[in-house]
Structure formats: structure tokens, C-alpha cells
């Protein structure tokens, strides 16, 4: 019997899931704000679906109709990955403890 | 690079992401978490680009296309202010889910790159994928939008209603269903197309009815969206880390949105399903009736606080609207020197976003452990002398106590009529988002201080 490599996909999905559940409650409420942005910036992973669908395929015709798709995605998933990661850092750099001598 | 050899670096960056998540769980040990976040980026994007190993013309457009994306986020998240958070946050996720519609179309007009079959003859289980992929991702990108531009203050904030809207949306629901099950069956390539405009148009109905203070559950839920629509492409092109990271946005985006719900003890179906404000409004302003109010200035709510032993702060979205967190701070500051204890205490969907005001107070200085939850000081108020709310108003209406008739009965408030005395930082005296009247504005020990915010705080400031 051979099990469909969709299957431990799937097993990965849904495990992921229980770890995000977990982690996630694990985060302070105070920093709710940043969870946001950071997610965001992460969900943007999808540039390597991007690079495949601009890159791959005949190179005469780099900006062939799928392949075009993939260019724009890529732009998109790029502000989104800098922007995210920028701004998230920007904010934690603020959250900053009392300071000793108060 | 082998197949394998590659899976492992996507699994290496999903774990960075996990870890990256988990460092959110203190302020200290954050911003190494987010470095482990860029790290698990980068390693993504350089593996998939070695293993692609095409450094010919497509290579420069692709850096190209990266520095120009690339600018334009660090442009953006240099300059915007923190105040305007919530609508940045909308328009990240917007991109997420139109960069996902697009990797979907590229994965169906193209599928052999992605060993998917071939155009025609798309293998069913990624058709699927890709089609949920693409779906989400849709309504994700105009759902976005529609919040965006009701946080920018560009489209009204008031829910848009109509007639048959649930059965509307139900039925596009059911259209998108079998769509997906003729695109399966035919394979025709106008079904795709239709798929994603009518996903597009469902975005948009979602989004309207839903009014401008329950965005914070609206952010959160396109947060999950966003997430789900990752993991939908990640299954179409087999990539460990984008499922990965998927499950985790999307579980994320899913419990803040759940957080929010609780914290205004509305079920999310309610809250999805919208139109709450608008009608309250009606209703609720016939029957004010003029109560006596106590006002004061800047030098009564100066003199109160200076002689207290303890203050408590509030703030609210209205804050955020004067800016006045760092003429807050100001204020803070002046009172500690006048040996005052102060702490603030953060209502869960105080804001548009979950930790808006974290945020906010974070930027102007405030030291993050004078920062309260509230069930961890919700008990501070019996024995706290004043508390100064400031932009908040139905997060502190004891009505959601007493009165089982009134819309927010049951959500978890501030105990703020606790303190000894109450000052209300207000313009005037209309209820707020759930258009009720507070009733905190009448009691005895109640100091209404009628102007903005930010002017206000820096008045008293100078009186102190």
C-alpha cells in the first residue's frame, strides 16, 4: 500500500494548525499588533510561488501571459515581506521596560 | 539542488516562522523573534531561486521586480504613523490575497512549471487547491480593500445594508462551490475567471455591513483569510513552508478574531453578519432625556489628580484620533513627579485593531510593564483615586452589567465607576460606536471634561 504524498501534506497542514493554536495564546495581548503585521510579512512565503511561475518555462518568453502573473505577484509579496518585517521591527523597538532609576 | 535537499530548507523556514511567532510572547525575546522571521524568508526565497538556476534575463527582471517591491514596503513602513496601523495592516493583507489570486493563475495557465499536468489537463486534487487558493485569496484582496478604506476614513464607517444581503451572499457562496465542482469536471478556462470575479464580489458584500468599531474583528478574520488562501497555494505547489506558514496565519488570524469577539461578548457570527450599529442608533436617540451633568476644566481635573494617590488611565480609539498619546505621556510624566502612582489599563478591543493602543503608548514612551490587561486591573479601580478615561466610552458603560435589554449587556467592561471620582475626556455627550447613552456621564462622582483629547491633556499639564 502506498500513501498519497497529499496525505503528508495534509498531516503537516493540520499539525501546523495545532502549533499556530498554541503558539499564537502564547502571545502577549500587548503585542497583538505586531502578531499581526508579522503574520502578515510571513504569509507572504508565497513569493516562492511567485519566482517559480516568473522564472520558470521557456526564456524567449519571459513575459508571457502566466509568466507575467508571477512578476506581479512577486512585486506585491516584495512590499508586503519589507514592509511587514520593517514595520514590525519599528514597532517592537518601542516597547521599552521602566527605566531602573524611576 | 535536489528536490529533497530543498524540502528540507522550506521546512527549516517554517520552523524559523514558528519561532518567529513564539517570540512574540514577551516584548524582550520579540524582536529576535522577528529576526528569525526575516532569516526563514530569506532562506526561502535563495533557495527557490538556486533551484530554479536560471541567472539569464528573467533573473535581472526578478531582481528588479523585488527592489521595486521591495522600496515601496520600506518606503511604507518607514513612514507611516503608528496611529495609522490598522489601515496598513488592511492593505498588507490585501496584497497577500491578490498575490495568492495571482500565483493561482500562473499555476493554471502554466501548470507544467509546476508539474501540475498540463493546460487542459490540470490534475484535480491541484485544480481544487488552486481554485480554494484563488478563491480565498479574492476575497481576501477585496475584503481588504473595503476595510481599508472605511479605517482610512475614505468610505463611511456605518454598516451598508440591504435587503436579502445573507441570501445574496449565500447564494454567490453556492455558485462559488459549483464553479469550482465544473471547473473540475470541464476544465474550461472561463469557469477560472468567473470563479475569481465572483470570489472578488463576495469580498466586498462580506466587508460592507459591518461597521467601523468591529474592525478589529474584521482585520483579525482577513488576517486568517489571508492565511488560509497561503496554505491553499501551498498545497497546489507542494511547498512545506508556505502550508506551514499558512496553518499558522491562518490559526493566528482565527484566535484574534475569536479574542475580539469575547471581548465584546458578541458571537462572530454576529458580528459577520453586521448591521448592528445602525439600527441601536435609531432607536436609542428618541429616548435620551436631558440628565444633569457635572463639567469641569482642565484646572479641576489638574487639581484632582495632583492630590490622588493613584490614577488609572483609559484610552480609547478617540485617542488615537487626537494623537494625543504623547501629550498623554507629558501629563503622566508631571504626575509622577507629583508622586502619583499611574498605570493604564487597555480594554481588548479598545482601538481598530487588537493592541492598537499597545501600540500606540508604546510609541510615546510608555513603559510596557504600566501597561494592564484588564483582567489584570480591572480589581485596581475599587482602591485607585481617579481614573482618566480618555477616548473610550462603551468599554466602560456599566450598563453592560445591569441592564439586559441594552446591545453590549454581558460584554466585559472597565469597572471605572469603582474609582473615587471619573473624568471623562469627551467632545460632547453622544454615545458611542454602539449607540448607547453612558451611563457613567450622570453619576455623582463623574467630572465630564468637554474638548479634544489632545487638547485637554496638554491643558492639564499645564496647570499640574
Known amino acids: 500500500m502506498e500513501i498519497d504524498p497529499f496525505i503528508f501534506r495534509l498531516s503537516i497542514f493540520i499539525l501546523a494548525i495545532f502549533v499556530g493554536y498554541y503558539v499564537v495564546w502564547s502571545v502577549t495581548p500587548s503585542l497583538h499588533t505586531p502578531l499581526m503585521s508579522v503574520t502578515n510579512a510571513i504569509s507572504s512565503v508565497i513569493i516562492v510561488g511567485a519566482i517559480v511561475a516568473a522564472l520558470a518555462g521557456d526564456n524567449s518568453k519571459i513575459f508571457d501571459n502566466a509568466n507575467i502573473f508571477g512578476f506581479l505577484a512577486i512585486v506585491l509579496a516584495a512590499i508586503n515581506i519589507f514592509g511587514g518585517f520593517l514595520v514590525t521591527h519599528r514597532m517592537l523597538a518601542m516597547y521599552k521596560k521602566k527605566k531602573k532609576d524611576k | ?464
Open chain 2, 1 to 464: 539542488m535536489s528536490a529533497n535537499l530543498l524540502a528540507v530548507f522550506y521546512l527549516i523556514s517554517g520552523v524559523l516562522f514558528i519561532l518567529a511567532l513564539r517570540g512574540l510572547s514577551s516584548p524582550e525575546t520579540s524582536r529576535q523573534g522577528n529576526f528569525f522571521g526575516i532569516i526563514g524568508m530569506a532562506i526561502a526565497v535563495g533557495v527557490t531561486i538556486i533551484s530554479i538556476g536560471n541567472f539569464s534575463a528573467g533573473f535581472i527582471y526578478l531582481l528588479i521586480f523585488l527592489i521595486v517591491g521591495g522600496s515601496i514596503g520600506a518606503f511604507i513602513a518607514f513612514k507611516i504613523p503608528m496611529t495609522a496601523m490598522p489601515e496598513l495592516v488592511a492593505g498588507f493583507h490585501s496584497l497577500v490575497g491578490l498575490a495568492a489570486v495571482f500565483v493561482a493563475i500562473s499555476a493554471f495557465l502554466n501548470p507544467e512549471v509546476f508539474n501540475l499536468g498540463f493546460p487542459g489537463k490540470i490534475k484535480i486534487a491541484s485544480l481544487i487547491e488552486m481554485s480554494l487558493g484563488a478563491a480565498i485569496g479574492a476575497i481576501t484582496f477585496t475584503g481588504s480593500i473595503i476595510a481599508f478604506l472605511k479605517l482610512r476614513g475614505l468610505m463611511s464607517g456605518s454598516p451598508i445594508t440591504f435587503v436579502g444581503q445573507h441570501f445574496l451572499n449565500l447564494a454567490l457562496g453556492i455558485t462559488i462551490v459549483g464553479l469550482i465542482f465544473y471547473l473540475c469536471n470541464t476544465q474550461q478556462e472561463y469557469l477560472f475567471w468567473s470563479l475569481i470575479a465572483i470570489s472578488f464580489l463576495v469580498g466586498v458584500l462580506l466587508i460592507i455591513p459591518i461597521g467601523g468599531a468591529d474592525m478589529p474583528v474584521v482585520i483579525s478574520m482577513l488576517n486568517s483569510y489571508s492565511g488560509w488562501a497561503a496554505a491553499g497555494i501551498g498545497f497546489t505547489l507542494e511547498n512545506t513552508a508556505l502550508i506551514i506558514t499558512g496553518a499558522l496565519v491562518g490559526s493566528s488570524g482565527a484566535i484574534l478574531s475569536y479574542i475580539m469577539c469575547k471581548g465584546m461578548n458578541r458571537s462572530f457570527f454576529n458580528v459577520i453578519l453586521g448591521g448592528w450599529g445602525a439600527t441601536e442608533e435609531s432607536l436609542k436617540s428618541s429616548s435620551t432625556e436631558q440628565k444633569p451633568v457635572k463639567s469641569g476644566n482642565a484646572d479641576d481635573a489638574a487639581f484632582l489628580m495632583k492630590n490622588a494617590s493613584s490614577v488609572i488611565i483609559v484610552p480609547g480609539y478617540g485617542m488615537a484620533v487626537a494623537q494625543a498619546q504623547h501629550a498623554l505621556r507629558e501629563m503622566v510624566d508631571s504626575l509622577k513627579k507629583n508622586g502619583v502612582k499611574v498605570s493604564y489599563a487597555i480594554h481588548p478591543v479598545a482601538g481598530r485593531m487588537p493592541g492598537h493602543m499597545n501600540v500606540l503608548l508604546a510609541e510615546a514612551n510608555v513603559p510596557y510593564d504600566e501597561v494592564f490587561e484588564l483582567e489584570d486591573i480591572n480589581n485596581d479601580f475599587a482602591n485607585c483615586d481617579v481614573a482618566y478615561v480618555i477616548g473610550a466610552n462603551d468599554v466602560t458603560n456599566p450598563v453592560a452589567k445591569s441592564d439586559p435589554q441594552s446591545p453590549i449587556y454581558g460584554m466585559p467592561i472597565l469597572d471605572v465607576e469603582k474609582s473615587k471620582s471619573v473624568l471623562f475626556v469627551k467632545r460632547s455627550l453622544s454615545p458611542g460606536y454602539a449607540g448607547i447613552d453612558n451611563d457613567l456621564f450622570y453619576r455623582e462622582n463623574t467630572l465630564m471634561l468637554f474638548a479634544d483629547a489632545k487638547k485637554m491633556t496638554e491643558d492639564i499639564t499645564k496647570s499640574l
